[in-house]
């Protein structure tokens, strides 16, 4: 008879096999009511399964990360209820959970309209206050094919047809006649969703993901455990589609994309004097950590790629071209065999390491298109990409001293909360499990020394090395998965790296790649979102514009102008013929964050009108001073 042990280490016995809503009663009346789901030695469980043997069990409720995933979970299948019962012929494919929600993807001839959305979020809320039951049962193959291919169902026929033939066909039931095929776990029945969700867009997308397939349309919701955090939710949207970096760069006349080069950012000066600052900024950070930067061509043979094991991991992602030889090259998606090339050439010894290498290398990469999102997600980007090599008893220390650099160059930027995500080994990968033990081993040890809150990603580390990513946090509660740290001990043997040792002996060197912002298009569309646009003065392109009155101070604004350029200021004069009241906000909607105002007394005392970016009050001082104070400001915020 099951012995039941607690998270917090209770035991108690039972006499027979007992499920998870008879479990929740014998702890508390409180968490009987409260529990959704239960976890069972590491596994997700609905509450009617029957724990038959000795097992450490948590309950379940909407407090858990787990529990808000499984009110998502249920209000996916809520709404797909909701669909085929209002619209009726309508087939469901796949509803998975993901972020903040949860969507599914129908086949519908015709589409769904803002109006469709209001009646299935009414229909869900009918469903819901039917409180109706579910039911789990298992099915046979066969007959689940046979099933939902009578009943129209054909994508889900298809889904159970691909699924491995020893894997268990779970069914769902929420109430008499809806069902679907799932893992589970679910709730017991549909009233414990609540009433905090809201249904949020409508977009089109292709049958599993590929362009060849049909396009479904997928309809998006989100689910909350109480309206205030739904409400703080749809705040958050609204804000963020206010800071919407693509509306925000269109404003600031900082790029553009257009379809003859999807995924391919077309920088406008502005922007580009943007993207510059930032390299610079980066360089001498890197410089001051001794880092030596290098370049490497962004083309190379096929044959490189085999060694290095992209071709076949990554192959699928990768541009290729075919040369009159009949020679096969490809544009790098990621730096690191190019770097190993230029750490082979001269011999090397256990004195010149850690050698840290650089490169601001531009990388090609193939996302489908229907994932490509401004600057968040494209095709070519610009990785400030650098490559550590070191013995493995250097990895330790490089690795803190690598994570002391980007947590620095966050806190420069305007990011404090930062969490780390420790990820390990990768189904597909390269290398035997000694080599991965090893890389492991180091990568935990350098997390836990340098005292950050870190989680652990199982499985998601990249195919030739475990690694940690940073996550930021914005101004408005988003997280950005931005730097990565990888403990590689595969590629440099692969690709024939070596150094002598203290001995006298040939050893493979330890590889660290790092990146700090990632993609700097990425981080760049991130920084304009995290400021609304208000960049911070230093990394303003342009930081400020002089504004002339009248035509008569237009002599005394192009000496103050000509004066800041001089003094390295990014600076304009504006001297068209329009009110003053027109230019000032002409130039604030493009986010210039000091606007220079001159007149006829400033003329008269050699001083300057300032008004500062989201102000309405404005300071008179003297011109020198001015011209002082901007140079301060416009310096690196260097720790």
């Known amino acids: 008879m099951p012995d039941i042990k607690l998270l917090d280490g209770k035991k108690i016995p039972f006499t027979k096999s007992i499920n998870g809503f008879e479990l929740a009663k014998k702890i508390s009346k409180t968490l009987e009511k409260e529990a959704l789901i239960m976890e069972v030695d590491g596994e997700l469980k609905d509450?009617?399964?029957?724990?038959?043997?000795?097992?450490?069990?948590?309950?379940?409720?909407?407090?858990?990360?787990?529990?808000?995933?499984?009110?998502?979970?249920?209000?996916?299948?809520?709404?797909?209820?909701?669909v085929q019962e209002l619209f009726p012929g309508t087939q469901v494919t796949i509803g998975p959970v993901i972020e903040n929600g949860f969507y599914y993807d129908f086949a519908r001839k015709d589409p769904f309209t803002s109006d469709d959305l209001k009646k299935i979020e009414k229909k869900m809320s009918e469903i819901i206050d039917r409180d109706v039951k579910t039911k789990r049962e298992v099915w046979e193959r066969g007959k689940a094919i046979a099933h939902f291919k009578k009943i129209g169902e054909k994508y889900k026929a298809e889904i159970i047809e691909s699924i491995p033939a020893n894997e268990e066909l779970s069914i769902y039931?929420?109430?008499?006649?809806?069902?679907?095929?799932?893992?589970?776990?679910?709730?017991?029945?549909?009233?414990?969703?609540?009433?905090?969700?809201?249904?949020?867009?409508?977009?089109?997308?292709?049958?599993?993901?590929?362009?060849?397939?049909?396009?479904?349309?997928?309809?998006?919701?989100t689910c909350w455990n109480s309206k205030k955090d739904l409400d703080d939710y749809l705040n958050r949207l609204e804000e963020a589609e206010k800071r919407d970096h693509r509306k925000l760069g269109k404003e600031m006349n900082l790029f553009h994309f257009r379809e003859e080069s999807p995924g391919a950012v077309?920088?406008?000066?502005?922007?580009?004097?943007?993207?510059?600052?930032?390299?610079?900024?980066?360089?001498?950070?890197?410089?001051?950590?001794?880092?030596?930067?290098i370049n490497t061509p962004e083309i190379l043979d096929k044959s490189l790629?085999?060694?290095?094991?992209?071709?076949?991991?990554?192959?699928e992602n990768m541009y290729t071209s075919?040369?009159?030889?009949?020679?096969?090259?490809?544009?790098?998606?990621?730096?690191?065999?190019?770097?190993?090339?230029?750490?082979?050439?001269?011999l090397k010894s256990y004195r010149d390491l850690p050698l840290k290498l650089s490169?601001?290398?531009?990388?090609?990469?193939?996302e489908a298109s229907g994932a490509l999102h401004g600057l968040l997600r494209v095709r070519a980007f610009t990785q400030d990409d650098a490559h550590i090599f070191c013995t493995e008893e250097q990895i330790t220390e490089e690795c803190l001293s690598v994570t002391n650099l980007i947590l620095e160059i966050y806190k420069d930027l305007g990011f404090k909360d930062v969490l780390l995500q420790f990820s390990d080994r990768p189904e597909k990968r390269v290398g035997d499990d000694k080599i991965w033990d090893k890389s492991e081993a180091a990568l935990l040890t350098a997390i836990k020394k340098s005292k950050l809150k870190y989680e652990i990603n199982k499985g998601d580390g990249a195919f030739y090395g475990p690694k940690i990513d940073f996550v930021l946090r914005d101004a408005i509660g988003r997280d950005w998965q931005c730097g990565t740290l990888q403990v590689d001990l595969n590629l440099p043997g692969r690709l024939g790296a070596s150094f002598v040792d203290k001995d006298g002996s040939k050893k493979i060197p330890v590889m660290l790649h790092r990146a700090l912002f990632g993609s700097l298009e990425r981080f760049i569309g991130i920084l304009i979102e995290h400021y609304a646009g208000k960049l911070p003065l230093w990394l303003s392109p342009t930081q400020a514009v002089v504004l002339p009155i009248s035509e008569e101070n237009n002599n005394y604004s192009k000496k103050l102008f000509e004066d800041l350029f001089k003094e390295g200021i990014k600076?304009?004069?504006?001297?068209?013929?329009?009110?003053?009241?027109?230019?000032?906000?002409?130039?604030?909607?493009?986010?210039?964050?000091?606007?220079?105002?001159?007149?006829k007394k400033e003329e008269e005392k050699n001083t300057v009108t300032i008004r500062k970016l989201g102000s309405e009050k404005q300071e008179t001082i003297k011109k020198e001073k001015l011209i002082n104070d901007l140079i301060m400001l416009n310096k690196f915020p260097l720790n």
């Not at 043997?53 to 797909?80: C, F, Q, W, Y």
């Not at 490809?330 to 230029?342: E, L, R, S, T």
């Open 266 to 293: 077309f920088w406008h000066e502005k922007g580009w004097i943007l993207f510059q600052r930032l390299i610079e900024y980066m360089r001498l950070k890197q410089r001051l950590a001794g880092y030596k930067e």
């Open 173 to 221: 039931h929420h109430g008499d006649t809806w069902h679907d095929l799932c893992r589970g776990p679910h709730l017991a029945s549909s009233g414990k969703i609540g009433k905090a969700f809201k249904l949020t867009k409508v977009s089109g997308a292709y049958w599993r993901g590929d362009s060849k397939n049909e396009m479904l349309q997928r309809i998006y919701g």
């Open 359 to 366: 490169e601001f290398g531009k990388v090609h990469r193939y």
């Open 322 to 346: 075919e040369t009159p030889d009949e020679k096969t090259f490809a544009i790098k998606p990621m730096n690191c065999p190019g770097c190993v090339q230029v750490f082979n050439q001269g």
């Open 305 to 315: 790629w085999e060694k290095s094991g992209h071709w076949e991991k990554f192959g």
């Open 47 to 82: 509450l009617s399964y029957q724990i038959k043997k000795n097992s450490v069990v948590k309950i379940v409720t909407s407090k858990d990360k787990e529990g808000l995933e499984v009110l998502r979970h249920d209000a996916a299948h809520i709404m797909a209820m909701s």
């Open 571 to 599: 600076c304009e004069v504006d001297l068209k013929n329009q009110k003053i009241n027109y230019k000032i906000r002409e130039h604030s909607l493009s986010k210039v964050p000091i606007l220079l105002i001159c007149g």
